[in-house]
């Protein structure tokens, strides 16, 4: 069992949203994005999974007690390492949050509706489309919309 646990200033403090304690019981969160930001705290919960799924290696040797230590050890691995963890977390993510065969049948619906709108598709710009639809669809599965842009582009629904 993981708790959810808020943390007042998180964010403010150390520049994080939330983070999975090293011993993987704890997944601590900014309290204002626990208590305001719905969206924000789905998306760092799934993404926070995504870490103790997807790189269960690197808690094995770690025994960090503070968030001080966690932001210190965070900082010390490579950038290009640490994109690629953060990158694979953000993509599992959004694909727990926003099934592919889910979103390929909003977007068809979305795009049905520019039609019974007398709008076509092809008159719109890719990227302005992209972002127009992203709205109700990212409403619809409690993602912001740049989850929505993201995996739109990803699965190449446009």
Known sequence: MIDIVPVPELQKNF????FISWDRTEIRVDGYIYDYRIN???FSLAHEIGHVVLHPKIWEN?????IGEWKTAMVSIDP???GFLEYHANQFAGLVLVPPEILRQSVERELERLKEKGQSAAQFDVDLLTSSIAVP????FEVSRAVIV???NDDKLL
């Open 15 to 18: 520049d994080v949203d939330a």
């Open 40 to 42: 924000r705290y789905r």
């Open 62 to 66: 770690t025994s960090l007690s503070a």
């Open 80 to 82: 290009t390492e640490y």
């Open 137 to 140: 669809i990212a409403t619809e």
């Open 150 to 152: 993201r995996r739109i």
